[in-house]
């Protein structure tokens, strides 16, 4: 398996503009995350899937935000409009079962200028 | 809610010496899991405790969960350059999701 797959890698854009983040959990997993990784504020979770279903979405910011799952073989982060405080790593991760092991992909580094 | 404390927030140690980093909790933790992100890298498992006053070791890691299973520790013996990077504990808060710790960010010096 090749693991957690996120794209892009990198993503610079311009404040205001439409991010799109995107996560292909590993096969057979039903629980996925999307994390956001800064210096100030460490790793910080925005939204919790289970079995496709957002089942904790307190950590995201505000309504700039919106993490969609489709089915279980992809997920997506939305930023619109972009903010120069939104610049961070985003990792998304994936596990068995919501309180087992993480898997996490090797993350999205976004700068918004 | 859950209030976890990771401590230190850094520590450099010379190569060969101990290094330990704890997460103490106000409540009791359901489990806990630990991670390791190396330099621009990615979170990593390294271990899963659930049970009051377990002990796991992993070659020169030493994972420990609390009896009263508010606290928990990582302990290196005889640290190598390899182990340089961020720990962190990750507990699950209210039933629902994973929230991590803030980490201990390692250095060694050879």
């Known amino acids: 398996d090749a693991g957690v797959i996120q794209s892009p890698r990198h993503e610079v854009t311009e404040m205001g503009q439409e991010v799109t983040l995107r996560c292909k959990p590993i096969?057979?997993?039903?629980?996925l995350f999307w994390y956001r990784q800064t210096m100030m504020r460490g790793l910080e979770l925005l939204i919790y899937?289970?079995?496709?279903?957002?089942?904790?979405d307190s950590g995201m910011p505000e309504d700039r935000f919106s993490a969609k799952m489709p089915n279980a073989s992809f997920s997506t982060l939305k930023i619109q409009p972009s903010e120069p405080r939104d610049s961070a790593v985003y990792f998304c991760?994936?596990?068995?079962?919501?309180?087992?092991?993480?898997?996490f992909g090797q993350g999205t580094r976004l700068t918004v200028v | 809610g859950q209030q976890v404390m990771q401590i230190p927030q850094y520590q450099h140690v010379q190569e060969g010496e101990d290094f330990t980093t704890y997460c103490n909790s106000s409540?009791?933790?359901?489990?806990i899991q630990w991670y390791k992100q190396r330099p621009g890298g990615h979170p990593v498992f390294l271990i899963q405790?659930?049970?009051?006053?377990e002990v796991k070791k992993q070659k020169r890691l030493t994972f420990q969960f609390g009896e009263a299973k508010k606290n928990s520790s990582l302990h290196i013996t005889a640290t190598q350059t390899t182990d340089v990077g961020t720990y962190f504990c990750?507990?699950?808060?209210?039933?629902?999701?994973?929230?991590f710790g803030k980490g201990t960010t390692l250095s060694v010096s050879s």
């Open positions: 096969s057979g997993h039903n629980s």
């Open positions: 990750l507990y699950n808060q209210a039933g629902t999701a994973l929230i």
């Open positions: 991760a994936s596990s068995p079962q919501g309180y087992t092991e993480a898997f």
């Open positions: 899937f289970n079995n496709n279903v957002p089942i904790d």
């Open positions: 405790l659930v049970k009051s006053g």
């Open positions: 409540t009791t933790l359901s489990n």
